[in-house]
């Protein structure tokens, strides 16, 4: 039997965390028609603050393919007043997670809706919509699956970790909690199943695209799946272009590097893109595990490198597919 192809008319569904992510999107969409976009987003960020359901990374997609993110930071709503997050902490209440007046509003709409017994997936198709977005942003799982961090100072829930203390531990390891319980949310095998290609953004691999392959099931289709799958490297240089991801790949056993990061991947993708600063390390790669290496530009600077990020990395995934990744070797 000829080996499954890849549907040409497919979408291209990126793998995604929180800002590294949505600027790779904000590429695809500058590249490919919208309705061609599918982004499966991590919610192991999640969390409930003042009774408030918060989808950090979601968010952080939704406002930047909308146009509405705050530059300075790559998250939140630009131009933000925090008179409502003031008043909270006057009170006594939970002030240490950063909400902005305008992204309450958001918070207000989605726990709302959630406690009216709608799924996340749902929800956050109608914020998406309702933010003038023409791609499908589906959380990774309607469930409640939460990351944990393990540290020194115990085991912290990951906002605890990330915001609260300024991601300043030691990660030991990680969990994932109620993986187990947790089924990919409506749409998103389907999506992997029928992409044309498929990207894993450049993402923090153990805190954004970690807790999205710890679903049941979504790893195995991204292992199943015709299209090809492509990964971009959130380290350059050697080091992370922001946030943790070398510290945590130093403190969880692994190379501080573009291949240390590839080696993470190697059983998922067919390519794997790097930065011209890391050039050198493209050989190693493709020897040691056996993935296509592309090489380009990968720090996003503006609209255009973005673009061509996209483009690039999905040309260099659609190629493997006509070399033959679904030959079984024999191209
Ligand atoms: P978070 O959940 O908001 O931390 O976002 P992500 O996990 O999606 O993105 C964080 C990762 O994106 C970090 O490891 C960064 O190194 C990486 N990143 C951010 N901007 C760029 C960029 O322009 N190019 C590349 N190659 N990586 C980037």
Redesign the pocket.
Same mark, same amino acid.
């Given at each position: 039997m000829p080996p499954a192809r890849p549907e040409p008319g497919g979408p291209i569904v990126v793998i %995604? #965390? #929180? *800002?590294?992510?949505?600027?790779f999107l904000e590429g695809a969409l500058a590249a490919f028609p919208p309705a061609d976009v599918v982004a499966v987003v991590?919610v192991g960020?999640d969390l409930e603050i003042a009774g408030l359901h918060i989808s !950090?990374?979601i968010d952080?997609v939704t406002y930047t393919l909308a146009g509405l993110v705050n530059p300075a930071t #790559?998250?939140g709503v630009r131009g933000d007043r925090f008179t409502a997050l003031d008043r909270l902490r006057a009170l006594g209440g939970s002030g240490w997670f950063n909400l902005g007046d305008t992204d309450l509003g958001t918070h207000l709409y989605r726990s709302e809706r959630l406690r009216a017994g709608a799924p996340l997936s749902a929800v956050t198709a109608e914020i998406a919509a309702a933010s003038g977005l023409g791609c499908a942003i589906l959380p990774a799982t309607d469930g409640r699956l939460r990351t944990i961090v393990e540290t020194d100072a115990g085991e912290l829930p990951f906002q605890e970790y990330f915001v609260r203390r300024r991601a300043a531990d030691i990660v030991r390891g990680l969990r994932f909690e109620g993986a187990e319980s947790a089924a990919p949310a409506p749409g998103v095998t389907e999506a992997i199943g029928r992409a044309r290609a498929i990207v894993i %953004? !450049? @993402?923090?691999p153990f805190? @954004?695209?970690g807790p999205v392959l710890a679903v049941p099931g979504l790893r195995d289709c991204l292992l199943t799946t015709p299209a090809p799958v492509a990964a *971009? @490297? !959130?380290? *350059?240089g050697g080091a %992370? *272009?922001? #946030?943790p %991801?070398a510290a945590n790949l130093r403190s969880l056993g692994h190379d501080v590097s573009a291949l240390g990061v590839a080696r993470l991947y190697a059983d998922l993708i067919d390519v794997f893109v790097i930065?011209e600063q890391d050039a050198a390390l493209a050989a190693a790669v493709e020897a040691e595990t056996g993935v296509r290496c592309l090489v380009t530009q990968?720090?996003?600077?503006g609209p255009a490198e973005k673009r061509a990020l996209a483009e690039r990395t999905v040309a260099a995934a659609l190629a493997a597919t006509s070399r033959g990744k679904n030959d079984d070797g024999d191209a």
């Open positions: %995604a #965390g #929180g *800002v590294g992510a949505a600027r991590n960020d !950090p990374d952080t #790559g998250w %953004a !450049p @993402s923090n805190l @954004s695209i *971009v @490297s !959130p380290i *350059v %992370a *272009v922001k #946030g %991801a930065d990968t720090l996003m600077h």
